[in-house]
């Protein structure tokens, strides 16, 4: 277990300044936040440590910028955060100034500040060592609080906490860590995984590891394809890895009954919306037509051992859910991953397309943990060590 911010003792926050990595990557348009979601996400750690009198300074990454860039500036988070909080955030627009270690000294108690947008130093994707010194003088203590960046290996993620000590998870972090490793290492059972999404290849690494932990493997998505074609089924125009169709051969006399395929899909000719679709057997998928999502009898059959299972993770949709009708497994698995919530199974959605197809049916409330990191929780579920979890002090 890592070292969560909990375990600092009061004395060691007042007046000390807090470095909190955050993840502030969130959509902006028009110079306004369009989704705060990871905003909001953050906020009790935050709040945490303004209570207890620190002075917190934030970091963040935003987009990919190839360098400073006016459009991919955190001042509009910033000014959420100053919404959501009902208190003043003071922006510091260049970490490397030297006065900028002055403003976060200055910072009253309970003050709270927002640094630019790391990705601006070149350094910051690199790792590098003096990007992470400036970082760290602009904090007393370090706490990671943004699972989803902490699968990279970067300044202000994996050097930093190096620095600057203690270097402890946020609890947002506390939170991803304890759900997603619950689900690996101790899980009540049955445990079923969900897996959707468009490709095979993505996911191997992850059917790898859950394959020995879970009773069931539900797949969806383009990906089943791949698995209909290594039984030797016609799949039309659908979307096939063929150079992995050997390997989900090889999966499936691996897993045998574990492994569970759609019974059917729902085929169209081609990708839009109100296209004539209908839905067949998954052994009669004409030549000309591609499957897009699951039929109704594999929702029926997901379903219901979805709300079998005491432990349920699901990464990845069932069809290409931002053009309906294909969107119709995906919200299924949602509403059944709903129902065995509140039938007590521990329900975790990994993050990605899937946590956003929960937020589109209004189902967040609804599940035990909807992760903010997409590609985090899949190279987690994945069994792969994460850089910035790995740099923050064992408890």
């Not at 590098?128 to 699972?147: E, I, M, Q, R, S």
């Not at 991953?337 to 199974?345: I, N, R, S």
Request: a neutral charge.
């Amino acid at each position: 277990m890592k070292r969560s911010l909990r375990s600092v003792e009061a004395a060691a926050l007042d007046g000390r300044r807090a470095l909190v990595r955050v993840d502030f990557n969130c959509p902006v348009k028009d110079g306004v936040v369009s989704d705060n979601t990871r905003i909001r996400a953050s906020l009790p750690t935050i709040q945490f440590l303004r209570d207890k009198g620190a002075r917190v300074v934030l970091l963040s990454h935003l987009g990919r910028p190839k360098g400073p860039d006016p459009k991919q500036s955190l001042r509009p988070c910033a000014a959420e955060l100053e919404r959501l909080m009902g208190a003043p955030v003071t922006f510091i627009a260049d970490a490397l100034a030297a006065e900028s270690v002055t403003v976060t000294k200055r910072l009253a108690r309970g003050g709270v500040a927002v640094v630019e947008n790391t990705r601006f130093h070149p350094g910051e994707e690199k790792n590098d060592p003096d990007l992470a010194k400036a970082f760290a003088a602009l904090g007393d203590f370090y706490v990671n609080d943004a699972f989803g960046s902490a699968h990279r290996a970067h300044a202000s993620t994996e050097a930093v906490a190096k620095l600057l000590k203690p270097a402890v998870s946020g609890f947002l972090m506390e939170k991803e860590l304890q759900y997603l490793g619950a689900a690996l290492e101790n899980p009540k059972r049955p445990f079923v995984a969900v897996l959707g999404g468009a490709k095979v290849s993505g996911k191997i690494d992850l059917i790898e590891n859950l394959l020995p932990r879970v009773d069931e493997i539900l797949i969806g998505g383009a990906m089943a394809c791949t698995f209909f074609r290594a039984m030797g089924l016609e799949t039309g125009t659908s979307l096939v890895e063929t150079d992995r169709v050997e390997m989900a051969k090889a999966l499936i006399a691996k897993a045998g009954p574990r492994l569970v395929l759609p019974s059917g899909a729902i085929i169209a000719q081609k990708l839009e919306a109100g296209v004539p679709a209908q839905s067949v057997p998954r052994e009669r998928i004409p030549a000309g037509w591609a499957m897009f999502d699951i039929d109704p009898g594999s929702e029926k059959d997901f379903a219901a051992r979805i709300t079998r299972a005491k432990t349920v993770v699901w990464n990845g949709p069932m069809g290409v859910f931002e053009t309906p009708p294909f969107d119709h497994g995906t919200l299924a698995v949602a509403h059944a991953m709903a129902a065995a919530t509140e039938q007590g199974a521990i329900t975790v959605v990994g993050g990605g397309d899937s946590a956003a197809a929960v937020a589109q049916a209004g189902l967040e409330s609804r599940m035990s943990h909807v992760s903010t990191g997409g590609g985090a929780s899949l190279e987690f579920l994945e069994g792969k060590v994460l850089p910035g979890v790995a740099a923050l002090d064992d408890a």
